[in-house]
């Protein structure tokens, strides 16, 4: 499994709320299995990505947001600081939801 640091963030927030059915269900299954399954990070487009409509043939729509929370999660993990998300994505669309969900 291929997940992207910043999607460290959103898989322990998920709630069922998303861009689509086919998202949704896609994010379901990550966030069941991840916790069971190797995974490498990396700062591309992963296997949430691919039933995200952000994903432009392999890049993000909003490259350059999502690759500024990409170094937030990286230095935080080597930094060994909590992963929270008003230090990290308080401007994504969907942090309205992860902002009051303790991880």
């Not at 999660?73 to 080597?78: I, Q």
């Amino acid at each position: 499994m291929i997940i992207r640091y910043h999607h460290l963030m959103c898989i322990p927030h998920y709630t069922g709320k998303g861009y689509s059915e086919d998202f949704c269900e896609n994010m379901e299954k990550i966030k069941n299995e991840i916790a069971e399954s190797h995974y490498e990070l990396t700062d591309k487009c992963d296997d949430i990505c691919k039933h995200c409509p952000n994903n432009n043939g392999g890049i993000c729509l909003d490259e350059d947001k999502v690759k500024r929370y990409d170094d937030k999660v990286k230095a935080a993990l080597k930094n060994k600081q909590p992963l929270l998300p008003e230090r990290i994505c308080s401007d994504c669309k969907w942090f309205y939801i992860c902002k009051d969900i303790e991880c």
